[in-house]
Antibody, heavy 116, light 108 residues
Framework: EVQLVESGGGLVQPGGSLRLSCAASGIIVSRNYMSWVRQAPGKGLEWVSVIYPGGSTFYADSVKGRFTISRDNSENTLSLQMNSLRVDDTAMYYC??????????WGRGSLVTVSS | DIQMTQSPSSLSASVGDRVTITCQASQDISNSLNWYQQKPGKAPKLLIYDASTLETGVPSRFSGSGSGTDFTCTISSLQPEDVATYYCQQFDNVPTWTFGQGTKVEIK
């Protein structure tokens, strides 16, 4: 079965760090364009970051310099290292596969809450 | 940055009604437009890509049209299982993807 499963979310204080993981089955992470998309409570969708098969990475302005996307080819996982977290980073974080401009495969999400 | 504006923000319609959601881009994006359905507590699901191509498995009552700056997503006959929030998304200026703010569809 093709699926993405996120983990690593939780409660963290402002200024803290958290690392999200996305375990893939049925697809090879390193051969796909993999993104993180987030959704603040009761709000819309916001693209966060992407990693290309060649290793290039890109970020939304709102997280640039604080978040780092990476992958582990041996584990077939995608990760998002989040530093200097702010209250407005509170959201459900989804990993998703991007295919020719559209996101065709999504995980169930991992909730990150930034609060003191 | 390309901004995406959806209207209405919410709507209520009866089962069997024809429902139309619109999405306007702040600049010409050709047909670089996708639509997603998100049910409460679930991840988004791709409905339509490249403005008008139905994703495999999506019921034929869903359709998409438009190009340039103006796009529509239509449900020809609203069903109870269509209750969800619908989002448009542009991919004209990758590697940046932008979503509309969403349209919540409810049953009257």
């Amino acid at each position: 079965e093709v699926q993405l499963v996120e983990s690593g979310g939780g409660l963290v204080q402002p200024g803290g760090s958290l690392r999200l993981s996305c375990a893939a089955s049925g697809i090879i992470v390193s051969r796909n364009y993999m993104s993180w998309v987030r959704q603040a409570p009761g709000k819309g969708l916001e693209w966060v970051s992407v990693i290309y098969p060649g290793g290039s990475t890109f970020y939304a302005d709102s997280v640039k310099g604080r978040f780092t996307i990476s992958r582990d080819n041996s584990e077939n996982t995608l990760s998002l290292q989040m530093n200097s977290l702010r209250v407005d980073d509170t959201a459900m974080y989804y990993c998703a596969r991007e295919l020719a401009g559209h996101f065709d495969l999504w995980g169930r999400g991992s909730l990150v809450t930034v609060s003191s | 940055d390309i901004q995406m504006t959806q209207s209405p923000s919410s709507l209520s319609a009866s089962v069997g009604d024809r429902v139309t959601i619109t999405c306007q881009a702040s600049q010409d994006i050709s047909n670089s437009l996708n639509w997603y359905q998100q049910k409460p507590g679930k991840a988004p699901k791709l409905l339509i890509y490249d403005a008008s191509t139905l994703e495999t498995g999506v019921p034929s009552r869903f359709s998409g049209s438009g190009s340039g700056t103006d796009f529509t997503c239509t449900i020809s006959s609203l069903q109870p299982e269509d209750v969800a929030t619908y989002y448009c998304q542009q991919f004209d200026n990758v590697p940046t993807w932008t979503f509309g703010q969403g349209t919540k569809v409810e049953i009257k």
